[in-house]
């Protein structure tokens, strides 16, 4: 008797052994399981080699991602400007018979304050925010006057509309009824230039063909002496950018003459600004839509624009392409920032920015649009890109791994980045559309580098 209890316990110990074990191995083999559907999106994963990085990640978030519009209907014509330790976001909203302007006050710390600018507008993308030093100063295209007119307004630091919508251009038809074409004024730019605001516009010119205008404007929207053309040639001018250069103001724009889009760049100096070097071509590429950027780094001026690699149905996919100035004033060999694919997804007609840059002092930081990854959740299979930031040196170099950005959508586009006003943060600003609707929303996320520079 004595032994067949020694035998039922030592019989009872292995069980619960045996238990033990199993449970464990049934434990690791869900864990395991639950990592293949549900994989740590802590990983930073390269979009070349695919493999987990060694190197720290160049940001991470503080908040967000916030929802700052409706979404009965897509916006577009995103905008931006950093202002006395705020951005200011500015972006369009259409509706059955209107499209107005709306704008949005956004802290480093993630407040939100939405504001409607316009009413029964037919507002037309681009839109351009500056900082003036006093305000926000906003510009964009309206056609309420039965053909497309720039129109301005300005939205104090504490969220009221100081000077409202005023139509900023009179342009007179070369013919009548002749309303969408080039007897139209559009495409706005703005740059806070020597204490006053410059405003760069496309406006009917030789031939028809849309030209380069500039002018001041006052606190009241008015222009302070008649527009200068400063551009002339038989094709359309557009995609417009001002930047600031030692002693005036740099302005790039597009020609397309056919089968490609030409980048152009002159310089002007002084009140009222006069070209001191004319206007030369800085590259060529057939990546559509030409949108080139230029921001101040490390004591001179890089220029960045994306190089097409390859198309196919709707969606294109290039490089972005730096060139910098030389003290002597001509442009250095361009080279390629980082190995990255750009993907527009929409029709070419109405797809977004693809990329957009932003100087942090002796580096800059790029937010761009990245094809899709196969996580192995469905919304992530069903993406068809993302939104990435990463910061180079002013050599192009990658200084750290790029975060992803916090997309809640399908669809992320159109990224902007914007100084936050704070040291080492910035706010990401794109549209997506949300799992289970029609219409994109403007989005917003803050975020900080969290590497040592």
């Not at 037309?124 to 129109?151: K, L, N, S, V």
């Not at 009548?176 to 740059?191: F, V």
């Not at 586009?413 to 949300?434: A, N, Q």
């Amino acid at each position: 008797m004595k032994y067949l209890w020694i035998t039922a316990f030592f019989i009872s110990f292995f069980l619960i052994l045996s238990c033990g074990k199993n449970k464990n191995q049934s434990n690791e083999k869900r864990k395991n399981e639950a990592e293949i559907i549900h994989p740590n999106k802590n990983k930073t994963v390269s979009s070349q080699s695919q493999e987990v990085s060694s190197k720290s990640a160049c940001f991470k978030k503080i908040w967000g991602p916030v929802r700052i519009s409706s979404t009965s209907a897509t916006p577009y014509g995103l905008s931006g400007a950093t202002g006395v330790g705020q951005v200011g976001v500015t972006w369009i909203e259409p509706s059955l018979y209107t499209s107005n302007v709306y704008f949005a006050r956004i802290s480093s710390e993630g407040t939100v304050q939405k504001i409607p600018v316009t009413k029964k507008a037919s507002a037309y993308a681009p839109t351009d925010t500056a900082w003036t030093g006093r305000d926000f100063a906003i510009a964009w295209g309206d056609d309420r006057q039965r053909r497309i007119e720039i129109f301005t307004a300005r939205v104090s630091p504490t969220g009221k509309i100081s000077s409202g919508a005023r139509q900023f251009t009179f342009t007179r038809p070369v013919k009548e009824g002749d309303i969408y074409s080039s007897d139209s004024s559009k495409e706005p730019a703005l740059l806070n230039y020597n204490e006053n605001l410059l405003i760069v516009w496309g406006g009917p010119g030789d031939r028809g063909r849309q030209q380069m205008y500039h002018s001041i404007v006052s606190k009241k929207g008015k222009a302070l002496y008649e527009p200068y053309e400063l551009t002339k040639g038989p094709f359309d001018h557009g995609s417009f950018r001002l930047a600031p250069v030692d002693g005036g103001v740099a302005f790039l724009f597009c020609v397309n003459p056919g089968g490609e889009n030409q980048i152009w760049r002159g310089i002007m100096e002084g009140i009222p600004p006069k070209v001191t070097s004319f206007p030369s071509m800085i590259a060529a590429t057939k990546f559509f839509p030409c949108q080139p950027v230029e921001i101040p780094v490390a004591g001179k001026n890089l220029i960045m624009w994306v190089e097409k690699a390859k198309e196919s149905g709707l969606e294109q996919t290039g490089n972005i392409k730096i060139v910098s100035t030389l003290p002597s004033g001509e442009l250095g060999a361009a080279s390629t920032v980082n190995e990255v694919t750009i993907v527009n997804y929409r029709a070419k007609l109405n797809a977004g920015r693809p990329f957009d840059a932003v100087s942090t002092g002796k580096h800059f930081a790029i937010a761009w649009t990245s094809p899709r990854t196969t996580q192995g959740e469905k919304i992530e299979e069903e993406k068809i890109q993302n939104i990435d930031v990463g910061i180079f040196s002013e050599a192009g170099e990658k200084l750290c791994e790029p975060y992803r950005v916090d997309a809640p959508g399908l669809f992320p586009d159109d990224p902007r980045i914007l100084y936050s006003g704070f040291e080492k943060r910035f706010i990401i600003v794109w549209t997506d559309r949300l799992p289970g609707e029609i219409a994109f929303s403007v989005e917003v996320e803050g975020i900080e580098i969290s590497f040592n520079e």
